[in-house]
């Protein structure tokens, strides 16, 4: 019930208001039904519409005749009555616009605008009839309601004739009334105006040039119109706003003689410079008024009068911004006519005393002062208005312009409004420029100054922040002058780009340049500007390839971007990739390279973005790997052509790749439908596996040689980076190149000679094995160039030196050939032939053959090596025989010398001990090792340091692979046989030395039968070095040849014998010596008997007191054991046996020579007797000392003497009677060591005697200087005393 009773009065009053709105609306527009579809939107709350039929108490009538009414029918009715429903809600809105709740104003504005959308007539006729029936409004229900009626106005797709004489006068009515709400309101109704210009703009300008044209100063409302169809495009149709313009240049004609009324002039000047309401907007009317100002002056034909007009707008008040811009825009649009004025004009007041007052250090004095401030910036904009709108007529000024400018932009006071008028004013003057056609037949000498400016202008931008589009334009700006003659030289264009590049690249992460902003009232939208700038940036690399489309001046882009490609940091690397992807997508999109032209460099550019593609961040791999395609689309363009490239596979899909692979080459382009999720999977993980290497190796299938190794020398260098992941990279792609074209890859040695460089600093271990691997695969076509590249750092020979020929020789067919190489670089010996004043030449020929001799030596501990120096032993063997030889022949000075000569002294003093020992190692390290400790146990190595004594040293150790019969004699004689023949006298010499000891082993026959070795040895008598045709002979008198001289030698051995009774100890020294040679002439034809004779006489001598008889007796007996080596011993065992000990205590004899002697006799005797643990017994004798060797010999001498233990513990006894403390201490020790194992064998066969003299011996050994033997003595002092208390 309570619902029913309140919608009734409700009815009622919706039934008055509809009736009222019909009776002051005669007219029903076509368009009411309408309104009916939108019922909900026009329905007024209740309590607003009871709140304002308390404040409006005057009712709606319908007036309508009874008989009109009556003639409608049914249907029409009903339009009638909503159409008089609308009207009456559309006046009720209109009164509701009254109120003071802003909420509610604005929602009654949008429903009045909803309402006119849909029946705009209707609405229109509702406001006139408004306005005629309610002539008692507020000024501010008034102001409401023209805002109102101007957005109608200007939503009506067409505007009756009737509506736009009403308004229109309505409007010129009330826009020059002065209300409580001043310009507001008079604003208000002039946009009335602005309104009825979008149906019928003439009529319009009709009215306001007669109010301009009156002859009085027109109200700011006129011009406030004026002014808005001025700058407002959309108020006419295509084609209109031309016609407004030249009726506003016919007004300005019109009005130019208002321009000498002095209070019309007075008045414009005044409304000129009248304050604005915001310094940061400027009004319709005074931006219009500037423009109008310069139409008329352009108009003015009295040159006099156009100056006196600027002279006195340039003297007014420069402190705002618009202010500066309207003056400008007025100088510019007079200079179309009245440019030798407005020149003379400028000029004149840039010399003026206020002007050279405000330059460079300004302090005004008071607020007055201010005014002049920033003159000079509307002077700068002046000169670009001028030059903008001088248009044809200002390519003869431009110079003069640019020279102005550029002197107030430097002798200006610096600061944010300077910089940007001239960033301002230098677009128009080169706009202007661009759109003269002659321009390109013109030079501008300022052009490069300019640059200088905007160049400084960029660099004095902080770097830590991007708050302005001062960046962008600078670099806008700079595009288009790179357009204009003459062309830059290389040197600027170079700085223009790096500081540009520098200026853009280096700013901090976007998230860092946001919150510096985020203090700002109104903060610029960073990520907007960024990519502004950026894009800009890009721009000028596109101008820049457009004036020269060449590869060179592709490649001279690039490399100012490598810098930044190659940056620490993230951010950086991710701009560069990005410009650099645009410029090549650029390139590839509208082909401005010459196709006939070779790419240069571009393998380089190749490199950086596949190293790229294994960034870490996902943008840039995703950036490089764009950029790859679009240089695999220019590629195929420049390889193939045009019609190559259209059967060419497209970039999008290279040939054979799968549907996977096929995205890698997607290019970015914009028509392109965007990668679905699956395929951005797809394409991340292409990035970060290996996978991704396909792509290097497609782009590298269409590069020239010149651009593989561009390509390759861009990887070695990343392998220097400090980033990881760059060296891993370049690591990867050095190998995936080398994988696919070493082959025919050319300057391999100096890519060699680079990667050694770069491989000490690289710390990756995979990145290191990778570059290692691709030396491995170069060297499979390119060892020689690679082994002399490597010989050239291998003095000395580092670590990273000594892995890369490890790496070399991974593989075991080039392992051979590497040391095939290397014995041919050793071989050349080129011997230095010292003139005064010049350094021995030449040079690099016997410092590669020194080099080659270092890594010799060192390769032969290199298990890649192992098999291949085993099998060239023989080769290695003459090879660094000859070396050695060679470097005794180098003849260097013994004192150093100044100068070049000193320090070649320096490098080759240590070179023949290094040849030594690399032949040391050659025999330890192809188990030759009897034959090394044969030389090194008797010192023979030392015959190697003379020339002289060298053919004794090359003797001995092809003795001793006789005497150890080495199963590398067959082939050491192959390799003689050439040698004997060479050359070089040196290979000559060593190579007779070795055959005339090979004459002793039967294997020689093996190989040469006797009568061949006979023809080696008589060919050589004919050689030209009187040393080898001695060492020939001497082979000719061989047993071998003569089988009688044995039985002749034989015979001279027992008065031989007789001669070891002599007293003097020179004849028994030469005696022995001789007895030795007739040993090693004999062979194997030597006798039992007389072997044991000598052996008898010789033993006799062992403790002789004259030191060279000890040393000739124990090396005879030596020699004796290695004539017998092999055959039945017999009687000779025992004396070998007896041997031992003495032998075994001569190692610490006083004399140097017997200890050797004693080693290599005691060796040879072990061998003789085939004891175990031999090798270790011969580094025992070498190199050992201390109590651990001598009792590793005692315990080798007693495990394999047990029979002898007697005789070894009575010759022990015997040598405590020595006066040679050495000997006495080592007998002492030997007996020690005896007691401590064998105490009950030891207590059987010791006397009392023995046991004192053992006591004592011990007390004595307490004493010793050294601890260890203090130490041993007062343990075995102990011992021995508890030994002799037990009962035996």
């Known amino acids: 019930m309570d619902a029913q009773h309140s919608e009734k009065p409700h009815s009622h009053a919706s039934t008055d208001r509809t009736s009222s709105a019909r009776s002051q609306n005669p007219r029903i527009s076509s368009h009411i039904s309408e309104f009916t579809k939108n019922q909900s939107y026009m329905t007024v709350p209740q309590n607003s519409a009871r709140g304002d039929r308390q404040r409006h108490p005057t009712t709606i009538l319908l007036c309508k005749s009874q008989s009109s009414q009556a003639a409608l029918m049914p249907k029409e009715h009903t339009a009638f009555i909503e159409e008089a429903y609308s009207a009456a809600i559309c006046f009720k809105l ?46 501010r229900h008034k102001f409401r309601l023209f805002h109102v009626l101007g957005a109608v106005i200007g939503a009506t797709e067409s505007l009756e004739e009737t509506w736009e004489k009403s308004f229109m006068q309505l409007a010129l009515e009330n826009m020059t009334r ?126 006099t009068n156009v100056r006196t007009h600027l002279k006195t707008l340039l003297e007014t008040s420069h402190q705002w911004p618009k202010q500066r811009e309207g003056i400008a825009l007025t100088v510019g649009l007079a200079a179309t006519r009245h440019l030798d004025h407005v020149w003379a004009v400028l000029e004149q007041f840039g010399r003026s005393t206020p002007i050279r007052w405000s330059l460079n250090s300004f302090s005004p004095k008071n607020s007055g002062d201010l005014r002049w401030k920033w003159a000079s910036s509307t002077i700068l904009l002046a000169y670009g208005q001028m030059a903008d709108k001088a248009k044809a007529q200002i390519l003869p000024w431009v110079d003069n312009i640019l020279s102005r400018m550029i002197f107030f932009f430097h002798y200006s006071s610096w600061d944010e409004t300077l910089k940007q008028s001239f960033l301002t004013a230098i677009p128009m003057l080169v706009g202007a420029i661009n759109r003269n056609e002659g321009a390109q037949s013109y030079e501008f000498s300022q052009v490069s100054e300019l640059l200088e400016c905007l160049m400084l202008l960029m660099e004095k931008e902080p770097q830590d922040t991007l708050c302005t589009p001062t960046r962008q334009q600078t670099i806008r700006i700079i595009s288009s002058l790179c357009k204009l003659r003459p062309q830059l030289d290389l040197e600027k264009k170079s700085r223009l780009l790096s500081i540009s590049l520098r200026s853009v690249m280096s700013l901090p992460l976007l998230e860092v340049l946001e919150k510096h902003t985020c203090l700002f009232l109104e903060p610029p939208n960073i990520q907007t500007l960024y990519k502004e700038t950026a894009g800009a940036l890009e721009q000028m690399l596109q101008t820049f390839i457009m004036q020269n489309p ?141 996978g991704s290497s396909q792509v290097i190796k497609e782009v590298m299938k269409h590069l020239t040689m010149a651009e593989l190794t561009d390509l390759i020398w ?11 992941f760059r060296v891993q990279a370049a690591a990867d792609m050095l190998l995936t190149a080398i994988q696919e074209h070493g082959a025919k890859l050319e300057t391999v040695a100096s890519l060699g000679r680079a990667i050694h460089l770069q491989l000490c600093s690289v710390r990756i271990p995979q990145a290191k094995e990778n570059a290692l691997q691709a030396i491995t695969l170069l060297a499979r076509n390119h060892t020689s160039e690679l082994v002399a590249a490597f010989l050239d750092f291998s003095i000395p020979l580092d670590s990273h030196a000594f892995r890369l020929w490890r790496a070399l020789g991974a593989e075991q067919p080039v392992s051979h050939l590497v040391l095939a190489v290397l014995l041919g670089w050793l071989q050349k010996r080129p011997l230095p032939t010292r003139t005064s004043g010049s350094s021995p030449q030449p040079k690099k020929a016997y410092l590669r053959s020194l080099a080659a001799m270092n890594t010799l030596h060192e390769l032969q501990f290199a298990r890649e090596f192992k098999q291949a120096v085993q099998e060239a032993f023989p080769e290695l063997l003459l090879a660094l025989l000859s070396q050695t030889h060679y470097l005794l022949e180098l003849n260097l000075p013994e004192e150093p010398q100044p100068g070049k000569e000193a320090q070649e002294t320096a490098l080759f003093s240590p070179q023949s001990s290094t040849s030594l020992e690399a032949l040391k190692s050659l025999l330890s390290t192809t188990r030759h090792w009897q034959d090394f400790a044969y030389m090194e146990l008797q010192g023979a190595w030392d015959l190697f340091a003379t020339i002289h004594t060298y053919p004794q040293g090359v003797g001995l150790l092809a003795r001793a692979m006789v005497q150890n019969q080495c199963r590398q004699i067959k082939a050491l004689t192959f390799q003689l ?114 072997g044991l004779s000598i052996a008898i006489n010789t033993r006799s001598f062992f403790d002789d007191e004259r030191d060279g008889v000890r040393a000739a007796a124990v090396a005879l007996f030596g020699d004796l054991v290695a004539s017998v080596a092999g055959r039945q011993l017999g009687g000779l065992r025992a004396q070998v046996h ?43 004798l070498a190199w050992e000392k201390g109590l651990s060797a001598r009792h590793f010999l005692w315990n080798c001498l007693m495990s394999h003497s047990q029979e002898e233990f007697g005789i070894h513990l009575a010759q022990a006894l015997s040598y405590l009677h020595s006066r040679h403390d050495h000997i006495k201490t080592w007998a002492a020790l030997f007996i020690g060591y005896t007691i401590c194992y064998h105490p009950r064998a030891v207590s059987q066969m010791v006397s009392d005697v023995d046991t004192k003299l053992l006591f004592c011996t011990f007390e004595d050994l307490k004493k010793s200087p050294e601890p260890s033997v203090r130490d041993f003595a007062s343990r075995q002092a102990s011992f021995l005393q508890k030994m002799t208390a037990r009962p035996r």
């Open 94 to 139: 209109l009164r509701d616009l009254s109120g003071s709740d802003s909420l509610h104003l604005r929602y009654i504005i949008k429903k009045i605008k909803s309402m006119a959308h849909g029946a705009p007539n209707l609405v229109l006729e509702t406001i006139h009839d408004y306005f005629v029936n309610n002539q008692q409004i507020s000024t």
């Open 178 to 303: 002065s209300t409580e709400l001043e310009e507001a309101y008079q604003d208000a109704a002039s946009n009335v105006l602005v309104a009825i210009c979008r149906h019928s703009w003439q009529v319009v300008a009709r009215h306001l040039e007669t109010e301009v044209l009156s002859g009085v100063f027109p109200h700011r409302s006129i011009f406030y119109v004026m002014g808005i169809m001025t700058s407002d495009e959309t108020l006419f149709k295509e084609g209109e706003k031309a016609g407004w313009e030249e009726q506003l240049a016919k007004m300005a004609i019109k009005s130019v003689p208002f321009l000498n009324k002095e209070g019309w002039s007075k008045e414009l000047l005044g409304a000129l410079t009248r304050p604005d309401r915001t310094q940061q907007e400027q009004p319709p009317e005074k931006a219009f008024l500037f423009i109008y100002y310069g139409l008329m002056l352009q108009a003015e034909e009295n040159g």
């Open 550 to 690: 060449t590869a060179e001046e592709l490649h001279f882009l690039l490399s100012h971007l490598y810098v930044w490609l190659e940056s620490e940091k993230a951010h950086e690397r991710q701009r560069a990739v990005h410009s650099c992807m645009a410029l090549l997508k650029f390139l590839s999109h509208n082909f401005y390279l010459d196709p006939k032209e070779d790419f240069k460099r571009i393998g380089q550019l190749v490199g950086m973005l596949g190293i790229l593609c294994q960034d870490p961040d996902k943008t840039t791999q995703c950036s490089s790997l764009e950029g790859l395609g679009h240089l695999y689309k220019l590629l195929l363009h420049q390889r193939r052509g045009e019609a190559s490239q259209e059967q060419a596979p497209a970039p999008q899909e290279p040939p054979q790749a799968s549907k996977e692979g096929a995205l890698l080459w997607s290019s970015g382009d914009q028509e392109a439908a965007p990668p679905s999720p699956r395929e951005v999977a797809l394409l991340k993980d292409h990035i970060l596996h290996p």
């Open 714 to 724: 861009t990887a070695i260098d990343g392998l220097g980076s400090a980033s990881p």
């Open 977 to 1090: 046989l050439p040698n004997l023949q060479s050359r070089e006298e040196r290979e000559r010499k060593a190579a007779i030395i070795i055959f005339t000891e090979f004459l002793y082993s039967p294997t020689l026959l093996e190989v040469l039968p006797k009568e061949a070795a006979l023809s080696v040895l008589v060919r050589s008598l004919r050689d030209p070095s009187p040393e080898i045709r001695v060492l020939s002979l001497q082979g000719l008198g061989n047993i071998l040849f003569h089988p009688e001289k044995g039985s002749l030698l034989r015979g001279q051995l027992p008065p031989f014998l007789n001669g070891f009774f002599q007293s003097s100890g020179q004849v028994l020294v030469r005696v022995m010596g001789t007895v030795s040679d007739v040993l090693h002439r004999l062979g194997a034809h030597s006798t039992e008997a007389q």
């Open 1138 to 1180: 007896q041997s031992m000990l003495p032998l075994l205590l001569r190692l610490k004899d006083p004399c140097p020579a017997v200890v050797t002697q004693a080693k290599f006799a005691f060796y040879r005797c072990s061998v003789l007797l085939r004891w175990r643990l031999q090798h270790t017994l011969f580094c025992t």
